[in-house]
């Protein structure tokens, strides 16, 4: 964060102004890492599934995606992963906040481009290195767990949950296959928990220095 815009201020007036919107998940944190990808040209593979946090503790009941939305500047996908018990135990975790900058009109997929998320995190014994970096062990362990090979998309995602919004699913199983599968948009603003399993999903943008996707990743503790 002592680099680029990050040493002009500008991630950390974001962090604050992200605070303000949503108080009652990143009210109480603070920024501790910041990061920025920008995609050469032609490069359809992002980041492989990995984990921006280790395991915390043993706090190993379902997940559920619970939505939420807010009125902010800018377009915002907001979802809290937390336990059915006990909600507010997303509190004890890191949060992730994904921003995207290139315009719409460089993507040349607007189903893709963005993000995938399993309601999933480490084992409790994975170390940060597993979770992060090590690709096989991530992949062998995601499919043990039978997830739906097709994604759930956004607007299917939103339909499906929007009834169960604040409370538990009826079905928790069938929840918890579902990957689901946000798609690029500028401006558009992602908020998880940091330790739950993640890929960027394929890329395809037009050619040209300005149409190269940019990423910018905020990690809340």
Request: aromatic fraction near 10%.
């Given at each position: ?57 043993r706090h190993r009941q ?160």
């Amino acid at each position: 964060m002592g680099d680029g815009f990050g040493s002009a201020g500008l991630l950390h007036q974001l962090a604050s102004e992200l605070k303000v919107a949503f108080p009652k998940i990143l009210g109480d944190k603070r920024l501790v890492q910041a990061w920025s990808y920008k995609y050469d040209e032609g490069h359809e593979r992002g980041i492989d599934p990995h984990s921006d946090a280790g395991a915390v503790g043993r706090h190993r009941q379902p997940l559920l995606l619970l939505p939420s939305f807010a009125c902010v500047p800018f377009c915002v996908c907001c979802f809290m992963f937390a336990s059915p018990v006990d909600a507010r135990v997303i509190l004890l975790f890191q949060v992730s906040v994904n921003l995207w900058l290139t315009p719409d009109e460089a993507n040349l997929d607007l189903q893709s481009g963005g993000l995938l998320i399993w309601p999933e995190p480490p084992p409790d014994d994975w170390s940060f290195g597993q979770s992060n970096v090590n690709t096989e062990a991530i992949r062998a362990h995601l499919d043990s767990k039978k997830f739906r090979k097709e994604p759930t998309s956004l607007e299917e995602w939103r339909g499906n949950h929007k009834e169960q919004a604040g409370s538990q699913h009826p079905n928790n199983q069938v929840v918890g296959l579902e990957v689901l599968r946000v798609p690029h948009r500028v401006n558009r603003c992602i908020i998880f928990q940091s330790r739950l399993f993640h890929q960027t999903d394929v890329i395809r943008f037009k050619r040209g220095y300005r149409n190269r996707r940019i990423n910018v990743t905020l990690l809340f503790q």
